[in-house]
């Protein structure tokens, strides 16, 4: 069974940082891609960032030069570097990693909350 764990998020005023980890266990590989996605209230679901293992990364424009995606495959966890922090990043985040099958595993979600 697969686990992934996550954990660093919290409430941060406008213009600070968080960083986010997350943490795999279990019968996966380290070769998946894995990334983050957050879903903001009466918002859809979005892919935030995304990192092969390899370290290429990818990022949804909204957060490019704010937020670094990186990871330690020996570890099989990925991490966010969340800086300057914006009142529209204020969402569940959500860790995944791609299971080379039709489906994602998941974390358990960690709230950021940014104040104005």
């Known amino acids: 069974q697969v686990q992934l764990v996550e954990s660093g998020g919290g409430l941060v005023q406008s213009g600070g940082s968080l960083r986010l980890s997350c943490a795999a266990s279990?019968?996966?590989?380290?070769?998946?891609?894995m990334g983050w996605y957050r879903q903001a209230p009466g918002k859809e679901r979005e892919l935030v960032a995304r990192?092969?293992?390899?370290?290429?990364?990818n990022y949804v424009d909204s957060v490019k030069g704010r937020f670094t995606i990186s990871r330690d495959n020996a570890k099989i966890t990925v991490y966010l570097q969340m800086n300057d922090l914006k009142p529209e990043d204020t969402a569940v985040y959500y860790c995944?990693?791609?299971?080379?099958?039709?489906?994602?595993?998941w974390g358990q979600g960690t709230q950021v909350t940014v104040s104005s």
């Open positions: 990192i092969t293992s390899g370290g290429s990364a």
């Open positions: 995944y990693s791609e299971s080379g099958y039709q489906w994602y595993y």
């Open positions: 279990g019968s996966i590989a380290s070769v998946y891609p």
